[in-house]
């Protein structure tokens, strides 16, 4: 009876944060939330069936078949239970219209700005933003970008008055575009416009070479006057941060790897890697996990398989390579796909809880975050949704809740608003 | 005798300095010189068939007088005896730059574009310039004449290499002791077109490919008409173009399709282009066959790219490797098609590289009658000038070559070229070949002696027992001289006159101490050539074989429409029964033969689809793959471009969708402009050309745009009528009321001047092609149906349409369609109210949608974004399925023939392995008109044959470079991936 009470509560609940739009951020949580009959994808490569999950303050206090409920109960049987899912290398929040130059905060200009930093320039109100959630999307790195090293990313989750509350990790990473040995012809010069050999390739790396290592050498003096750029490399020689690298080449990446290493730095995660499934054994000797490329790409090269960027993530996992996914080249708004880009993975024949992996456990771990999110177990926190069927499959991602930290969060839109408003216009309503 | 020779010389001179007969001479007294001269003993290609042996040539005054085995000479002769060697004639060139001042680039001025024309008095076109003249910038050039003669050219035709069309070219006999008054031979040669616009001048239109061609349809119709007498004002551009009418016209193509397309631009005004090609004839041998012109060839061949870096070598695509190893053949395929050809040193970097290049064309099998006639008959009879050049008949200029022997052989010697009878040495013909080993006696010493190298270039080897010794030979005028250095390194010098009639020399020799003494030489054996180079020279390379199209994953045959039967699939028809389980579907002739259970198989090829998915081939509304061009963006209406004139068919995008399961596509033009060009609608067809991918009997339809791209409100740009969305509604109405009114005058039966833009605009207000307009906002969207509703006619199709869901009601009511995206939005400011329930509110407003991609990469899946469709607004997976195959059907009025499956539709159909709207679901075959262009074990086997493939011509390139070829850097031709708004 009591159990059924709550249920109403909920669902009254949902109503009136429906009328409210989304633009309020949900408060925190007060009361424990049990959700029972789910099929639990813990986000590690393993389900439970028929579970029953409780959170309380912000974190998941039981989970497993036959807990104790407590608190508002939401009975969920046949849905399923993810942990949000985590959007990498992301502007989200930095753009708000490509086309529009005004909201746009993503490219600083100068070529070594790592002192740059994404989280101040964050909008935690963004439409984009938002329309995140509806879909599972719960938490994104958010990460400048352009010129050489673009800067300094931070950690959010998607339900925040401002930057300072979204932040999840702050400062977590250096981000180092490393350069191409191939450039692109100046076609306006008449130049063909394919790829030619990049004569100054080497040259540029050793500018970042040199840059590394004077960086770390900065950070060995003393009294030397003030250098934001070396100051704010520091992190990435002394561990506390990572050195995001994004290389797709061959070459690139053993040159971006090798010379990363060389100069001290401690935790180097590639990004891109569209030719990383050839080197999958230098990957795990230096320890290097990836953020590939989504697979809703197009081949690089006139030759290679058609179906190579839907099964890219798959060679480098297959090889024992921790792998999560990321669209940093996409629009921001795509990233609502980022449950899709993994289900393209399934098609090519991997199973779906090691896909799930890739855009919950693995990119937590890559990121440093697994600690407290990417994955669904006691004492982390509570970030997580409730879909109608498999959510990693278009047709049946139909969230009913989302949770941050607990907190029950509008799937409400500005795009729903839309849809709703004009719905009532031809409806009558 | 030396005063005798030097007489001899002299004579020569005057011989060629042809002084007009009729101008005054004030530095001497008027005297003529009639001798003949007679080349006898020769080998005489008088043409490439017509051979004499042993014969004489005869000349006089510049002119061939006679040739034969025996000839009578007249008293007045000098003979020259060239027994032994041979005489061709001179080669042409018939699309050069020589002498001619090129164009200039003129500066860029950023993305501040000039619409109108800078001249007046001239077509409204400045890229059409039919009144220049090449003479008029002409100055003879002695040094590049030099290096032309040197490769053994003596006449050229030359023009100026800029704009589309170029005016008249001017043809040069390459005689240097004459004057222009004698080397010019022709000063309106030929007329020279392009698809190229001029660097000079900055007129934006045409940008495109598409564009050139719809200016050279109309400039040709307008010639007509201003002949006619209808212009009130004058166009020296048309007057010239009407004036060089009768001349031999020479399009620059530079690759096959482009010379396809002037091809069918030149049938339909009666001209009969003669092409510049591109060197990749071969890989459209019987269309380029079917176009009746001649070519000129550049033999520009590639060189072989350094593939010695594994991870440069990835970035070569096949087909570019490919292209590496069968571009030597191209003049033997066209040989072997008998299609006449010229060769050209067009781009390449200097005529010196050209023998090398004609050799390797003669070692893929062109025959060595086939390329002389390709450099002497050929572009004399392109010209109309066999009777003055070209062979070496009575009457003919005397330019001809005297060589020690067959011309296309690697060590023959060209000695001399000459021009309108005057001689220009190359090589000394009375030079002794000393090459050989000897044994050297000096100073009282013996040594041994090699000399190798080029006979008129030797090269010297000295050794002193087994010492090598340093030394140096200068070999000229028969006049030898060696210095060396012995084992102390004092050095010794010898000079001598080699005698012709021993093989042994001898002359001075000074020793180190400086004292004077003579030297002998016994030649102990005779030259050899390399073992090596005679080896290599003879066997034809291997080659790889053509795949249709020309490109990795590309078909060795082209796939054949077969009698297939689908057993046991669940059968999605997009019709009214909606999914049929456990259904048998058959394929004959092309069409959708039987849907039933357990049909008979007959001799129907089988195919297992228990647990499958039969769908119909999706789709796509909305493409811009399998393109060369997007937009023409020179001006604000271009309905006279067509997408069906720049269709791409060797896009391997096209093969990627069809791994998507597409099978239909509308290529539309860009939205640069509000209104743009027509679309082609196309069938993946992947191999076949682009006419037969495009539809049978099209429905006609024509790009619109509104909006942000219209505006050019995303770059700096704002000098061009519209810059907001109330100028773009007074375009259509200006258009619309113009073509009104042309298609009254025409219809009147009064005389006009034809407009293709005005009959394309004519049509859509006489509801005979139909618009697919790109449009977000609802303002827009109401305002072009409200022009529309003006004109009595009705917008076909809103593609993108992101806010139609707000005038869904509207849109029913004028009956209009829509394609759109499934989520897409926050791209620009246009979209900020875009919602991925858009689909699902105009479908339930009773609009036909299709969902479309408008996107290389998402038209590959498509099938996921109809999937959206379900999460986004609830639509059932029938109608989300239908968004992608009857509906696209429907709105592009080809529902009749594909969009479901249905007896009697095309047999375009593909077999999932999964739920089709599923993310999991895979297309493994997919098939048009019962062929299959897309199989995945099929694909499995080209994966293979690429990668094997690939594999073998590296290794045919690591090989050539290891025998000392020259290389290039690789490279990765790289085609650019398009949507609406490339430019």
Redesign the interface.
Known sequence: MKKQRNILIVLLLTLVSTSWGQQTPASVQKEAITITGVTAHIGDGTVVENCTIVFENGKITALGQGETTKGTVIAANGKHVYPGFIAPVKELGLI?????RASNDSDEIGEMIPHVRSLVAYNAES??VESMRPNGVLLGQITPKGGRISGTSSIVQFDAWNWEDAAVKVDDGIHLHWPN??R?GRWWLGE??????NKDYQKQVDKVSEFLTSAAAYGNGKGTSLNPAFKAMQGVFQGTQKLYIYAD???EIIDAISGAKNSGVSDIVLVGGY?AYKITDFLKENNVPVLVQYT????S???D???LPYKLPKLLMDAGVLVALQNNDA???QT??LP?YA??V??QGMDKEKALQMITGNTAKILGIDATYGTLAVGKSATLFISEGDA???????LTHAFIDGRNVSLETH??E??KR??GK?EGK | MKIKLLGLALLWCASTLVAQDYFPENDGVKSKNNNYTAFTNAKIFVTPTQIIEKGTLLIQNGKVKQVGASVTLPKNTVVIDVTGQSIYPSFIDIYSKFGVEQAKRAPGRGRASQYDASRDGFYWNDHVMPENNAISKFKYDDKKAKTLRDAGFGVVNSHIHDGIVRGTGVLVALNSTGNDGNRILDDQSAQYLSFSRSVAKRQSYPTSLMGSMALLRQMYTDAKWYAAGNSSTKDRSLEALNKNKNLVQIFEAKDKGHALRADKIGDANGIQYTILGGGDEYERIEEIKGTGASFILPINFPETYDVSNP??A??I???DMRHWNQAPSNPKVLADNNIRFSLTTYDLKSPAKFKEKLMKAIQYGLSKTKALEALTLAPAAILGKTNRIGSLQAGREANFLITSGDIFEKGTILYENWVQGSKNNINDRNLKDIRGTYDLEAGGLTYSMSITGEAGKPKIAIKQDTNKLKSKITYANNWLTISFNDTEQKSYRLTGLVSKDTDNFKGRLLLPSGKEKTFSAMKTSGFSKDKKEGKKGNSVPEMVGVTYPN???GYANKPKPETILFKNATVWTSEADGILQNTDVLLKDGKIAKIGIALKAGKAKVIDATGKHLTAGIIDEHTHIAALAINEAGHNSTAEVKMEDVVDNED??I??QL?GGVTSAQLLHGSANPIGGRSAILKLKWGESPEKMIYTNSPKFIKFALG?NVKQ??WQSFSRFPQTRMGVEQVFMNYFQRAKEYDIKKNSGQAYRYDEEMEVLAEIINGERFISCHSYVQSEINMMMKVAEKFNFRVNTFTHILEG??V??KMAKHGVGAGTFS???????E???A???NAA?MQ??GVIVAINSDD???A??LN?EA??T??Y?GMT?LEAWKMVTINPAKLLHIDKRVGSIKVGKDADVVLWS?HP??????AEKTIIEGATYFDMET?QQQ?TA??QE?NKLIHMMLKEKAGGGKTQ?????????MTCETL
């Open positions: 708000e219209v490509n086309a529009v439409k984009v040995s191939f692109r063909p416009r394919g790829l030619k050999p080449g061959e070459k030719h809703h790409n197009l081949p090269l006139a030759d398989d058609y179906d629009s921001n708004f609502r796909n899709f289900g393209q399934v098609g990693l499959d278009m047709r049946t991602n139909q795009q729903t839309l849809w004009y719905l031809y | 991870y440069a990835n970035m695509a096949l087909k490109v990795g994953f391997i995008n093969y990627r791994a942000e409100s995303n869901y707000k869904a009601d989520d897409w939005w926050a791209y620009k400011y979209v900020n109210d919602i991925p329930y509110i339930k407003q290389g990469e998402m590959r899946r996921q999937a959206k379900v999460k607004g997976a999964d709207l599923s993310v999991y679901a895979k694909d994966r690429v990668s690939r850097a690789p490279k990765m031709s790289k085609k650019e991936q």
